[in-house]
């Protein structure tokens, strides 16, 4: 897959706005904060092109960075507690009318912080990605903030944790 010279295409803040789903589309996934559009820059080898903070809430609606053959899907994060009710409920409705609106998801990137273990938000989306039939894979970011052992300790216990969710380990 070609994934030069990606654009960013549109951000909807709500299901209405979503755009057509006429190409495959990328999906990421994950907590407020976890690294999710770092992920995406450094998939597409772009600085900022993902809009990328120390401070978590940054992304507050489904963008949608365009590529010749898909779309890469930037979430908004959930998790974080200093967003307000009204604010945690558009994130629900605008991700789960996202999800399940019968488009043409190839795959959702779950991200997960390495340095703790999934948070119950965490196993909620990979118990929904699980029974919705929606591909996906677990990807781990922050590992580099630990050490050997610890990363060895980490991935025993991911790996004992999903695999009841069919995750290959
Ligand atoms: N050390 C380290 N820092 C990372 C990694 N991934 C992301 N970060 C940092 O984590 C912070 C948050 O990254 P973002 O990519 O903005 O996270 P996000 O998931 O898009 O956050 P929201 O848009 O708020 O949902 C930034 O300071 C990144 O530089 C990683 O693998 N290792
Ligand atoms: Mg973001």
């Known amino acids: 897959m070609n994934f030069q010279n990606a654009v960013f295409e549109s951000a909807s803040g709500r299901v209405e706005q979503l755009p057509p789903s006429s190409v495959p589309e990328i999906v990421f996934s994950g907590r407020s904060n976890v690294g999710k559009s770092s992920l995406i820059n450094k998939l597409l080898n772009r600085k900022s092109l993902a809009r990328v903070s120390a401070k978590p809430g940054k992304t ?3 963008n949608f960075y365009r590529l010749p053959d898909c779309r890469l899907v930037d979430l908004p994060g959930y998790g974080y507690a200093k967003v307000s009710a009204s604010e945690k409920l558009r994130w629900a409705e605008l991700v789960e009318g996202y999800l399940n609106a019968g ?4 795959l959702v ?11 119950r938000d965490d196993l909620h ?8 039939g929606l591909p996906f894979l677990v990807v781990a970011t922050k590992s580099d903030k630990l050490n050997k052992t610890q990363r060895t300790q980490q991935m025993d216990a991911y790996c004992a944790l999903l695999k009841n969710c069919r995750i290959p380990c």
């Open 109 to 119: 990137v779950q991200i997960v912080d390495f340095r703790h273990m999934p948070t």
């Open 60 to 62: 507050g609606t489904v």
């Open 125 to 132: 989306m990979i118990e929904f990605l699980a029974q919705a």
């Open 103 to 106: 488009r043409n998801i190839r």
